[in-house]
């Protein structure tokens, strides 16, 4: 019999592999590793600083350490400009929406009131924008708002710490000073004119941290650069009186406008320089940009009779006449066919009565008896075509044509300040220039400028001449309310025509320039007021008055011994012979 072949157990059949699947398999998983290593080998090497750059924006961090801008302060530390901390409402759009913030109606609508806007105002500046990170809603705000915004605590919305320039003194000095922007960037004045050296350099440190926010590695440190402070020359005690006193006189005779400038002689430094009317520049809502303009730098006059005293001080140097010269003028006289005149006729004058009655005449036969180039240079050289050398910004250098052919009739008006327009701070140089005996210097904002010798442009003798002649002028003359009571003053007014298209208007500027103590002067004062509106518009009844008030105060207030006191004469009595009293010597 014929045994069984065994049946194979069909649980033991070995699967047969099908080999196109495996090699696609394995092919696939090759593929993966493949572009794995291609992939790795294209960020390691061929562009391995995306891969930094994506593990930085992870681990590092920038801090900064923000420097508030300097301080401008007077010439004895009193603060004009000072930065204060302040707080900035901004948003985190992103945030907001993540956390549900826009649906707080009721904490956004207190917030909208704060700072003042509607709540769909509010709601469009933070927007539905998902990857917007940054939004400001108010800057600079008051202490009191923002602690009231940080109570609100809604979602997204933070505060940040800035700071807000201030200005003590507001509108005293607020065209010299100047202001800034919200970003803190000087815009106009002073804060403009030296925003580079107020403005410090922020510190940064960059540095690595781990996973919990802790720094583990600094990498880079910079330290902060402070801002400097800037010491003006302006003594804010002068200053303020300046400013009270020609608020007062603007007033009082309904004049559109005014400004003073105050001088040293002997160093050029502007004790003070004031406009009005003014704005507050801690509040600059609304008011006008033509008042921003800082008048006494910006805006040019023809100066009138002010420009006399040139003319006089022309002909003692050119030596067309002495000290003691009498001149023969009359009431009138035809030049080139227009007339030239005095209200009255004066007869024979000395050079002092020329200045005291203020004659056209009498200015007009001195510079026509002088050649042309000469007289006209004299001006060029007293600095009537060139800025004063502060470095302001908007300085005018004034008008005045350098034209070969001047016509009689011109060089007649231009012997009583017509044909030329300076501004009040040139003013004040020339006459400064007269008081320290003929040295012309450049006029500085800053405290002890860089020592100039200056230019000498007239003689020492003629200058104290004619400081002679102008004090004569306050005394004697038309500028009487000048007179400063103890002190020996000099001056000139000047009672300017304004001109129009065309022609000149009925619109007038009364000016008086003058300097003191005369013994040993040191300073220079030039006032203007523009546009009076009463019946009196010239120069000796409302400058004259406004000088002499800032000149007794400023004298007052630099502890300037007075110089016109009458000397006082004691009676002493004859000694007594002791032979005839019988009273030995010993």
């Not at 000087?186 to 720094?215: F, M």
């Not at 801690?282 to 100066?303: L, M, Q, S, W």
């Not at 050649?371 to 300085?395: A, Q, V």
């Not at 103890?486 to 065309?502: E, L, M």
Request: no cysteine; proline share 5%; glycine share 10%.
């Amino acid at each position: 019999m014929t045994a069984k072949k065994p049946k194979k157990n069909k649980d033991n059949i070995q699967p047969m592999t099908i080999t196109w699947r495996f090699n696609l398999v394995i092919g696939g998983i090759g593929l993966v590793f493949f572009g794995l290593i291609l992939r790795a080998a294209y960020i390691q090497v061929i562009e391995p600083d995306m891969l930094k750059a994506q593990g930085d924006l992870r681990s590092l961090r920038t801090a900064t350490k923000d420097t508030h801008r300097g301080s401008i302060i007077d010439r004895h530390g009193e603060e004009l400009a000072v930065s204060v901390p302040v707080q900035t409402v901004y948003a985190d759009p992103k945030y907001v929406i993540e956390k549900n913030g826009l649906s707080q109606t009721r904490r956004l609508q207190a917030l909208a009131d704060v700072l003042g806007m509607d709540l769909s105002t509010l709601k469009n500046r933070i927007g539905t924008n998902p990857k917007r990170r940054f939004v400001y809603l108010a800057r600079q705000i008051n202490p009191a708002i923002a602690q009231y915004v940080k109570e609100l605590k809604i979602p997204g919305i933070h505060l940040r710490k800035e700071s807000k320039r201030f200005y003590p003194a507001g509108e005293i000095n607020a065209h010299l000073i100047g202001f800034t922007d919200v970003d803190d960037i000087g815009i106009e004045g002073l804060e403009r004119v030296y925003n580079d050296v107020l403005t410090g350099q922020s510190g940064k440190k960059q540095y690595r941290k781990d996973a919990k926010g802790n720094p583990i590695e600094i990498l880079d440190e910079q330290e902060a650069q402070q801002p400097k402070d800037i010491t003006l020359s302006i003594d804010q005690r002068i200053q303020a009186l300046a400013y009270r006193e020609l608020i007062a006189g603007i007033k009082s005779f309904k004049a559109n406008s005014g400004s003073v400038v105050v001088v040293d002689v002997h160093t050029g430094e502007i004790l003070a320089l004031v406009n009005g009317p003014s704005f507050n520049p801690n509040n600059r809502k609304g008011v006008a940009t033509h008042r921003f303009r800082n008048r006494a730098i910006t805006d040019v006059f023809e100066p009138g009779s002010t420009m006399k005293p040139l003319t006089v001080l022309s002909a003692l140097e050119f030596g067309s006449v002495e000290k003691d010269a009498v001149i023969k003028t009359g009431r009138s006289m035809r030049i080139g066919g227009r007339r030239v005149s005095d209200p009255r006729p004066y007869g024979e004058q000395t050079l002092a009565d020329i200045l005291k009655n203020s004659s056209n005449m009498g200015s007009t036969r001195l510079a026509l008896d002088m050649p042309k180039d000469y007289f006209i240079g004299k001006f060029f050289e007293m600095g009537f075509s060139e800025d004063t050398g502060t470095g302001l910004t908007g300085e005018t250098s004034g008008m005045l044509s350098d034209r070969s052919r001047w016509s009689k009739h011109e060089l007649a008006t231009l012997s009583f300040g017509y044909g030329l327009a300076i501004s009040p701070l040139q003013l004040a140089r020339f006459y400064a220039t007269i008081a320290n005996g003929g040295i012309k210097r450049p006029l500085s904002v800053l405290k002890d400028p860089k020592f100039n010798q200056g230019e000498r442009v007239v003689s020492e003798d003629n200058a104290n001449a004619l400081m002679g002649m102008l004090e004569q002028v306050v005394n004697d003359g038309g500028a009487w309310r000048a007179k400063v009571e103890g002190y020996r003053i000099g001056g000139k007014t000047g009672t300017a025509i304004k001109s129009t298209v065309g022609g000149y208007g009925n619109d007038y500027m009364g000016l008086f320039a003058g300097m003191g103590p005369l013994s040993d002067p040191k300073i220079a004062i030039v006032v203007v007021i523009d546009e009076p509106a009463g019946d009196l518009y010239h120069g000796g009844e409302i400058a004259a008055p406004v000088f002499s008030k800032i000149m007794a105060g400023t004298l007052r207030y630099l502890n300037i011994a007075p110089d016109g006191l009458p000397q006082l004469t004691t009676k002493t009595q004859q000694p007594t012979d002791i032979r005839s009293t019988g009273v030995s010597n010993g």
